[in-house]
């Protein structure tokens, strides 16, 4: 039962980040407007860097004494898992930029095939064949999800950037699978996640940026405001906290097959949620449609997550 529960609020998490893409591009298309010229780079950076360290803010207004009380495994686990993150979150935002959508869906869940290998290789045995069904079940669905087609796909800088952040999102769920560090307190570990996040691609804005004034594009106005907090709320500190305290509880193999849920979340949210905000930020989004393609995505997708809650692969239990 404590399982399946960590697996339904894994699964919560993963609808919090599917609102990002959305909410997120929506808001990068204002920012554009209001800053002519400026690199996609720079513009992740700072949408990205600025929530997360608003998220590190808020959390030590609630517990100042937080950072007397952090240990050192705490220290080593927040940032391995802000440096993988804010790295991952960097070139998939901006490989948004180079490719399609449907191409950076498929390419970032590149993530779920390499944790099982790893984790292969580090327990020198082949993942159970269970485990090999539910990631070809999510592959599947992600490729079908976004009308993928490999006949269309050229690794440019766009696809290139993605397969890294893969890489990069792998070892972030490894992070949270290491034995000595099952005892960390995840409140504080995730206060020094989103601190590096924002110290990791801080860097990277101030050096593609025209002025560090140009950060004051985010709440120039109150609709822009208002979608920067709402990212922050729910796909920074929710959606974060929500992974740091609850996958710990399960495999990681179970965890990155539950992630590939994200583009289910994600064209669920883009059904809708550009209506509401294109309005109000007055940028040109339009919702997307319902298509087979996401009946059928869906489908295979729910259906692995189901699996995985209901049959365990106990081989690559983390506890």
């Known amino acids: 039962m404590h399982r399946t529960r960590a697996i339904l609020m894994l699964i919560l998490a993963t609808a919090a980040w599917g609102y990002s893409f959305p909410a997120g591009k929506a808001l990068l298309a204002a920012l554009e407007r209001d800053l002519p010229g400026r690199e996609g780079l720079m513009l992740s950076a700072l949408l990205i860097g600025a929530r997360f360290a608003l998220a590190a803010l808020l959390m ?20 391995g898992l802000g440096l993988f993150g804010g790295l991952g979150m960097l070139f998939q935002c901006d490989g948004l930029n180079h490719t399609t959508a449907s191409a950076v869906a498929f390419l970032t869940q590149f993530s779920a095939v390499l944790v099982p290998v790893v984790v292969a290789l580090r327990l020198r045995r082949l993942p159970p064949l269970f485990t090999i069904v539910c990631v070809a079940m999510v592959i599947t669905g992600v490729a079908i999800l976004g009308e993928f087609d490999w006949r269309q796909l050229r690794f440019g800088r766009g696809e290139a950037e993605t397969l ?20 960390n307190h995840s409140g504080r570990v995730s206060m020094v996640m989103f601190g590096m996040v924002a110290l990791v691609l801080t860097p990277v804005f101030l050096a593609k940026a025209a002025s560090p004034a140009d950060a004051l594009a985010l709440v120039s106005n109150g609709p822009k405001l208002a979608v920067f907090l709402s990212l922050t709320g729910i796909c920074s500190l929710f959606a974060f906290l929500l992974m740091n305290r609850w996958q710990p509880h399960v495999e990681a193999t179970t965890a990155g097959i539950i992630y590939c849920a994200e583009p289910l979340f994600t064209t669920a949210f883009a059904l809708f949620t550009p209506a509401l905000l294109a309005p109000v930020l007055h940028v040109k ?35």
């Open 60 to 79: 030590w207004m609630v517990q100042p004494r937080a950072f007397g009380q952090m240990r050192a495994d705490e220290w080593r686990q927040g940032l």
């Open 164 to 183: 890294l952040s893969s890489f990069f999102f792998t070892a972030q769920i490894l992070c949270l699978e290491v034995p000595q560090w099952r005892g």
């Open 285 to 319: 989004y339009p919702n997307e449609m319902l298509t087979p393609s996401l009946l059928l995505g869906g489908a295979l997708i729910t259906g692995a997550n189901i699996l995985i809650t209901l049959k365990p692969p106990t081989v690559f239990r983390a506890d």
